[in-house]
């Protein structure tokens, strides 16, 4: 299914084939991406779990989101809020608009099944253009404080490792985009 679509860019349902130009790409940047966790993914949207999106930029694979219908870890457990998971544009096609193309068919899918949408975001510099993206998208901090691995850390406690699984969870309320409301 396509999302969205202008002469450069069309945000569309991910092809199992996203996955190996993901590998390569996001390999040629340094990470250390693996083939299996885009196959995962996969196998998780044929059962219904999650919709995966592939940003194309004239004609090439830019970037994806993960978003997961039920949130399952995390202060938003059991909230029946869709959770938006593994958001990235590559690091060549960043700064052209995708990835708030990518955002905005996210967000549109989430309100199918809730009104707010979550995410968590890491808070290491690598982060940094994510975290104020989501803000100026109206994101906010849901008061639970930072998480590390899927477990919340408590005041004073020693978080040696600043990684991916450094986390700060933020939420939106979709219903009063749709609503027309004004903030």
């Not at 196959?39 to 996969?42: G, L, S």
């Not at 919709?51 to 592939?54: F, G, N, Q, S």
């Given at each position: 299914m396509i999302y969205?679509q202008?002469k450069?860019?069309v945000?569309?349902?991910?092809?199992?084939?996203d996955g190996?130009?993901f590998v390569?790409?996001?390999t040629?940047q340094g990470?250390h991406?693996?083939?299996?966790?885009y196959?995962?993914?996969?196998q998780?949207?044929?059962?219904?779990?999650c919709?995966?999106?592939?940003a194309?930029y004239?004609g090439k694979q830019a970037g994806?989101?993960?978003?997961?219908?039920?949130t399952?870890?995390?202060?938003?457990a059991?909230?029946?809020?869709?959770?938006?998971?593994?958001?990235?544009?590559?690091?060549?096609?960043?700064?052209k608009?995708i990835?708030g193309?990518?955002m905005d068919?996210?967000?549109?899918i989430a309100?199918?099944?809730?009104?707010?949408v979550?995410?968590?975001?890491?808070?290491?510099e690598a982060?940094?253009?994510?975290?104020?993206m989501?803000?100026?998208?109206?994101?906010?901090?849901?008061?639970?404080?930072v998480?590390?691995?899927d477990r919340?850390?408590?005041?004073?406690e020693?978080v040696c490792?600043?990684?991916d699984?450094?986390?700060?969870?933020?939420y939106k309320?979709l219903?009063?985009?749709?609503?027309?409301k004004?903030?």
């Open positions: 969205y202008d450069e860019l945000i569309r349902d991910m092809e199992e084939a190996t130009v390569e790409e996001f040629a990470w991406p693996s083939l299996d966790y196959q995962k993914r996969m998780e949207r044929a059962e219904g779990k919709a995966a999106l592939t194309e004239q994806y989101v993960y978003l997961f219908l039920v399952e870890e995390g202060p938003f059991g909230k029946g809020w869709p959770i938006i998971v593994d958001f990235n544009v590559l690091k060549k096609y960043q700064r608009g990835g193309r990518l068919a996210a967000e549109q309100g199918q099944y809730a009104d707010t979550c995410l968590g975001v890491g808070l290491c982060y940094g253009s994510a975290q104020r989501y803000v100026k998208r109206g994101y906010i901090p849901d008061g639970s404080g998480w590390y691995q919340q850390c408590v005041q004073y020693t490792t600043v990684d699984d450094l986390v700060l969870f933020l309320k219903q009063e985009e749709c609503s027309g004004e903030n």
